[in-house]
């Protein structure tokens, strides 16, 4: 059985990388090795989730600038494949504001974080570093 690769979700995200890429098509967990690029970025794959036969998911490399990557690489063991894609690096979002900016000591708080562009998706993850806590 040959892999065959039909379409990817989702078409665009940020420079830094770190989007989950769902691949699809036919008989993708045929094979033990298996890479996969977007042009010559590497998109790692994601240990924690199975291989199925009609999908499967890496993680987006960083690119040093925005551009349409226009074509994925699957390779499994010997089994090379190329689909023609259009696949954005877009500016990375940046903040307007957090709020509230104070939270408990244990976490658990819902933050509202608002962000320039336009083109993030409404259910994006943030991961928010906190480098200095104080507590009364």
């Not at 036919?26 to 036969?53: K, M, Q, W, Y």
């Not at 699957?74 to 023609?84: F, P, Y």
Request: proline share 6%; with cysteine; glycine share 6%.
């Amino acid at each position: 059985q040959e892999p065959l690769i039909r379409s990817i979700y989702p078409n665009f995200g940020p420079l830094s990388g770190g989007t989950r890429l769902t691949i699809y098509g036919d008989n993708l967990n045929v094979g033990a090795n298996i890479s996969i690029f977007l042009d010559n970025h590497p998109c790692e794959l994601f240990d924690d989730t199975p291989r199925l036969a009609n999908e499967i998911y890496c993680r987006t490399s960083e690119s040093h600038r925005a551009y349409t990557v226009t074509a994925l690489r699957l390779q499994i063991d010997d089994t090379v494949r190329i689909l023609s894609i259009n696949y954005e690096y877009r500016t990375d979002p940046s903040i307007e504001s957090i709020a509230p900016l104070i939270s408990f000591e244990s976490g658990g708080r819902n933050l509202m974080i608002k962000v320039r562009e336009k083109h993030i998706k409404p259910n994006f993850i943030a991961i928010l570093s906190v480098k200095n806590v104080y507590t009364k």
